[in-house]
Each structure stands twice: as C-alpha cells, then as structure tokens.
C-alpha cells in the first residue's frame, strides 16, 4: 500500500492551489476523477470555439491572491470593466436592478419606489436591521419592498434556485446582493445608471485559452497529480482511501475539495449521525447552453432574466470577455438554465433558449449559430437553509477530528467566487505545513 503524507481530492482551484503551495515542502498527491484538471475552471475547444463551464470571471478582493494568480497568469490577463443588464418589461435595465429602475415603465418604476420607501419605514418604525437569520424571501421584503420583489428578487431567484424561497436562508446574500440606501433608490429611478456597484464592478478574465488558462498556469507548478483516478471510497479511522487506476493509499492528512455531500457518501465508516445530517444537503443542478455565432447584438457581459417566460435566468457573451477564444468574425454566449432535483429536456429547452434570445433582440436568427455544446454543473449552487445550518457544524468537527480539511465552494459547501478558493487552498496549505512541523 502507497503511504503519502497529504492527499488532495480534486483538482479544481481549491485543489490545484493547495497542491502549488505545498510543491517542494511535504510529500502530497493530487488525484482528478476526470481526464484533465481544472474542475469547473476548465475550458473546452470545439471547431475554433473556447467553451467555459459558465460565466468564469476573477474578481479580487485581496492582494496577496491577486497578485499570486496574475503572476501565473504572466501576461495573458485582462482587466475589464463590468457591462451586465437586466431584461424585464421588454426592456434592457443596468445591473444591479435596485440601483437603476430608470428604464422601467411608469408604473414598475412607481411600485419600486413607493415599496422600498414603505419598507424602508417599517424598518425604522420597529427598528429593524437587516436579518441574516430570516428566510431569503422575508428578508428580500423586508429590505427591498414589494416592487423590487415583484418584479425581480423573487423571480429572479425563483428561477436560480428552484427551491421555495421561503425556505431558502438569506445568510448568502453578503456580499452577492448589494443593499441600497434611500438616496441610491430616488436617484437610481430618475437618473442614468449608478456604476461600480456590487461585488463584482471589474473582473480580469485570460485573453487567450478561457479560464482553463489559469488552472494551467497552476498546473505547471504541480508534479504529484494522477488523473482519471477517482476516489471510490476512504476509511476515515485507518486513514485509507480506495482510488481508481491507483489502488489503496494511507495518508495522514487529507484536504477534499469536491462536494461535501458527495464525499460523505464515500466514506465507509462514517456514523449514522453524519449520514443523516448529510442526507439533509442540497444543491440545485445547472445546466450551461454554449454557442458560437457569427453574429451577437449586443456588447453587454451579461444579462439576466426573471421572467418566466423563458427559461434561462442568466445569458452571458463569453467573447465579449476576449475575442481570441473564437474563430475570426464570430462570437459565442453562455446560456444558463436551473434545475432541482430533475433532468431537462435538452432539445427541447435549446430550442426554447434560441427563441428567447432572438425575442429580446440578442440573437436575429437560428442561422446564425453555428456550433453549441451543452455542459452540465451538477453541483452548481448549494441549498441554504435550515437543515444545511444544523448539518454543517456537526459535519465539519467529525471531519476535523479524522484531519480532514474540506475546503472551496463546494467542499466547504457555500456560495462563494474563484479568489475565495485560491485563497483557501493557500491558507490550507500552510496550516498542514504548520502542523507538520510542530509534529516532527
């Protein structure tokens, strides 16, 4: 049997990023179930097409990893400048929806104003704050008003969710859901788009090879990985884990990154407690529609949109964010659809999703497209609510205890963006190195 001082499940960014920190400093091995690293920063080429599993953008909020993963990147790195909108009422409003209702009808304009206001009110009235602990849809309500909710929050993430928003937790929301003060909405209603608002103002995006780009740049650095070497199953009290095309390796520590609900499945002896507490974890399914045009009418990023009839809620234009990941003369879109707990049909929701961008004027016609792929982010985003704030804690101290470290979005199961997983894989890191140390 193979001895290894750390194993790392997974090689995403969290993965890939613990596996760069530790290089040269204590014994590791990275192991992949697919044939490739990168996880959901992965990229696909098709006929001169740079496919991203989604809208992949970099958006820094510390400087330490910024600066780690531009110098990776060198120079193939842009910095670009949010353009994002909303599609509603038959017409195109800036990002974010609360902050610009300009563009609205009279009277969706009225009713977002006058409920923000009677919201507002109520809220100094029994003085109120912001309640993380209330469900997503009171606390939308409460913040936002009536309007607002009526003609976007609660459509809109009905739509991303498909999960009762009265049940989905609001303890997400920071900092993906930006709050306006009284004076943003009265000038935001009667004056041209408020900029630089939200987590996300500027992204960097690679000019060349789609976000796989930096899951290559990590790669470079890495030498202990094994591909399509899937974990089967791990005994968490003899420190074994059973991997395809490699067999039986103990280990001492052990960082996961894949999903954490999918990694308890896989461990043989994990108490009856846990499994039930990890019965409990749940996540909505995305699936991502990517084509290639010869033609896109619009320079926006991307756009979202709440309404029912259509099926999408979010559509991106991937050559928008570089002009080097399609052929000459041609551009290409990413085209998001929710589900829980079902399949979709594609077909048929391809069909739909073709007809709804030529109904809002980013596409003029089905003969433009000439190449699609479909790719699936079974995990996209975790389920909060309730049963996930009860199972986490317990989960986490069981996994402590064996010196499991599960970390990135989806093995720390949270709502997060790519720096937050670098970040972790980092710190990660160099508390393994920290403790081997003081273990010597």
């Not at 509603?88 to 009277?107: A, D, K, M, T």
């Not at 009526?150 to 739509?159: D, G, I, R, T």
């Not at 920071?174 to 939200?198: L, R």
């Not at 069981?398 to 470290?405: C, T």
Request: charged share 25%; glycine share 6%; net charge positive.
């Amino acid at each position: 049997m193979k001895k290894i001082d750390t194993l790392i499940i997974g090689a995403g960014l969290s993965g890939l990023s613990a596996a760069f920190k530790l290089q040269g400093k204590t014994d590791y091995l990275l192991i992949e179930k697919e044939n490739k690293a990168g996880g959901l920063s992965s990229s696909f080429k098709k006929t001169g097409f740079t496919f991203d599993f989604s809208g992949h953008l970099l958006h820094f909020h510390d400087e330490k990893t910024k600066k780690l993963i531009l110098k990776l990147l060198k120079k193939n790195h842009a910095l670009i400048k949010r353009k994002s909108q909303i599609y509603s009422h038959g017409v195109f409003s800036p990002y974010p929806f609360q902050f610009n209702l300009f563009n609205l009808p009279n009277s969706a304009r009225k009713d977002c104003v006058s409920g923000f206001i009677k919201a507002y009110e109520k809220r100094l009235k029994n003085k109120l704050k912001s309640n993380a602990l209330l469900n997503f849809k009171n606390w939308s309500l409460s913040v936002f008003g009536e309007g607002i909710n009526k003609h976007f929050m609660l459509p809109y993430n009905s739509k991303l969710w498909q999960y009762p928003l009265e049940k989905l937790s609001s303890d997400w929301c920071a900092p993906f859901v930006p709050v306006p003060k009284m004076e943003d909405i009265i000038t935001g209603a009667y004056s041209k788009e408020k900029k630089n608002i939200g987590y996300n103002p500027t992204f960097y995006y690679p000019k060349t090879g789609g976000i796989q780009a930096l899951s290559d740049a990590f790669l470079k650095q890495i030498k202990n990985i094994n591909l399509n070497a899937e974990l089967t199953d791990i005994n968490l009290k003899t420190k074994t884990a059973a991997i395809k095309n490699i067999g039986k390796i103990q280990y001492k520590r052990l960082i996961n990154t894949i999903g954490l609900k999918h990694f308890i499945n896989k461990v043989t002896d994990a108490p009856e407690k846990i499994k039930k507490l990890n019965k409990t974890l749940k996540y909505t399914t995305v699936y991502v529609l990517n084509i290639g045009t010869t033609k896109i009418n619009s320079d926006k990023h991307w756009t979202y949109f709440p309404e029912k009839r259509f099926k999408f809620y979010r559509a991106g234009i991937s050559s928008n964010f570089s002009k080097r990941i399609t052929p000459k003369n041609a551009s290409s879109m990413y085209i998001e659809v929710s589900t829980y707990g079902k399949p979709i049909n594609l077909q048929q929701t391809k069909k739909d999703i073709i007809k709804g961008l030529i109904k809002c004027g980013i596409l003029k016609s089905p003969k433009d497209i000439i190449e699609s792929m479909w790719l699936k982010i079974e995990c996209a985003y975790v389920i909060y609510d309730k049963e996930r704030a009860k199972a986490l804690p317990e989960i986490f101290a069981y996994l402590k205890k064996h010196r499991i470290h599960s970390i990135g979005r989806y093995g720390a199961w949270k709502y997060s963006f790519m720096e937050e997983s670098v970040s972790e894989g980092i710190e990660t890191a160099k508390q393994i190195m920290r403790s081997s140390r003081r273990n010597r």
